[in-house]
């Protein structure tokens, strides 16, 4: 299919399809409904962006994001593709205005939110024009169990009714199966052909360290991996994430906050911010983030543990979509263990809900634990399978951690539980273990009992690693009162009588894996095309300003990379470049030329 290949090359200036994208181009081009799951940085944009320049008529692509509609609009038209917005933002006489151009074949693409177009007047006016296709972008959105639920998701359904002959394609990087079904099934989908991408985000890189100071361990991680890079941080509760951001701007950090309990202005306000700006750093709780489409995050990190892996690795995936190298990073602990495990045992959920949530949990504690590679983990758990004895790019991968027979200290530490009576956390735990004579101990006589003393031999940070391991592991777990108290389970009778051992993770030492990243990354770029790299962002940045667009909009940081390194002197280099379509050639090519030629 040479036109949509065309497209690609003379208007997003890219020289190859990815994936997926030519089988859904085709198949929706030529008048086929499809769903595409496809990771996020996959490239699901231009599969409805190409069919909507090939096919007759406007795609209207329903989006639940307002803030996000706005800034892919400006991308089309900084290449020349004609689109806009129909949404809640607009004055009444900006919508109008909109309608009427509609009416006029002034549009390649309208994205419109879904109350919008389920509105009968919209229904009704986009009868009257020739449409191209529907696109349901965030097609997860239909799904009751989700976070992301809209309960309008579900009525665009209608979409099939009234125009039979109008080609859908819905799209998600929701990657599990029970999401799957239900969007096919609610969207009425069950023709359609599906088309699922890997899900493996091979640029991203995953870390999971061992908690000690969560706060000073992400200052370090930022200082050492990414200074003056773009990230976000993800924290539980609303005030640890406003603490956070207050602390990172103390020490010199450009951090702002998000969260739920924050003013709906305030919010937008600060997504915005983020979106537009570089160097910035997004503290928030998992409310931010469906969709944020910007793509030189550069690290993801966590100072609390998700729920589930859906939700680790739907966070981690904003890193790097454009595809760079980006760092995925945690920091882990016994805390996170008993809170989560408490907040799902408290929940007013049902049985079957709790059940649910326990299961995830549990599939989340052994990502975290694991001794063998994390990504094949993941994947494996998203039921995808890959090749591979390890990635080469997660910590466990680059720096195995050794098992050891802990059975020995699993049992003194049952012992101490018991002896105790399962009333305490593991502080005062590993108090008794260790013969530290607090007052507690005193005041309990606890050293008085035969526990008192017998792990001396190991610090208490080995005793508080291996706490922590046996309560992911279910043999011991936390009461509901709240005070993190540890007591025994049925799982743990078998270890106590000697008839099952426990192997255990071996403390790491090294906190964080060596910087070194992979090859292609900025950080790789020789000095002279460093210096030519600070050029062209500090020329980005202004011009990303005069126009009011968000600098990647201009170019992505792979464009300036390539740039760096290739140098290239004449337009039809410059034109060989990946992102460089036409129209930008035309726009910013002698702008580009003075700065490579160092004129
Ligand atoms: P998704 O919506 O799947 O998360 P996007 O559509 O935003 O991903 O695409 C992610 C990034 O990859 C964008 O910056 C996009 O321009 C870029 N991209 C998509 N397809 C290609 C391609 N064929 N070649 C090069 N870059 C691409
Ligand atoms: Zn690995």
Known sequence: MPEALNILKEVFGYPAFRGQQAGVIAHLASGGDCLVLMPTGGGKSLCYQIPALMRNGVAIVVSPLIALMQNQVTALHEIGVRAAVLNSSLSQQEAIQVEQKLLADAFDLLYVAPERLLTARFLNLIARIPIALFAIDEAHCVSQWGHDFRPEYIQLSILHERFPEVPRIALTATADMDTRKEIIERLGLGIAKVFVSSFDRP?????????????????????????????????????????????????????????????MQQRSLNQEKFLREESIIMV??????????????????????????????????????????????????????????????????????????????????????????????????????????????CDICLNPPKVWDATVEVQKAMSCVYRTGQIFGAGHLIDVLRGNLTDRVKEWHHDRISTFGIGGDLPEKTWRAIFRQIVALGLLIPDSEGHGALHLTEASRAVLKGQQNVCLRQQTKIEQISSKRTGDDLISLAPAERSLWEQLR??????????????????HDATLHELARLCPQTEDELSQVTGIGARKLDKYGIYLMEILRGD
Not at 239 to 263: D, P, R
Not at 288 to 312: N, Q, T, W
Not at 539 to 554: L, Q, S
């Open 538 to 555: 500090s020329w980005r940045a202004k011009t990303a300003k005069e126009h009011g667009v968000p600098a990647y909009v201009i170019f």
């Open 203 to 263: 640029n991203i890189r995953y870390q999971i360290v061992d908690k000690t100071n969560s706060r000073s361990q992400l200052l370090t991680f930022i200082q050492a991996e990414h200074p003056g890079d773009t990230g976000i941080v993800y924290c539980l509760s609303r005030k640890k994430v406003e603490e956070t951001a207050l602390w990172l701007v103390k020490q010199g950090l450009h951090a702002i906050a998000y969260h739920a309990g924050m003013s």
């Open 284 to 393: 928030a709780t998992i409310a931010f983030g469906m969709g944020i489409d910007k793509p030189d995050v550069r690290f993801v990190a966590h100072l609390d543990l998700p729920k589930s892996i859906e939700g680790y690795y739907q966070e981690t995936g904003r890193a790097g979509r454009d595809g760079q190298a980006a760092n995925a990073w945690m920091a882990y602990g016994l805390g996170d263990v008993i809170q989560l495990r408490r907040m799902i045992e408290e929940s007013e959920a049902q049985h079957k809900f709790k059940q649910v949530a326990a299961r995830k949990l549990e599939a989340m504690l052994s990502l975290c634990e694991t001794t063998t590679c994390r990504r094949i983990r993941m994947l494996s758990y998203f039921g995808e399978s890959i090749e591979t004895v390890g990635c080469g790019n």
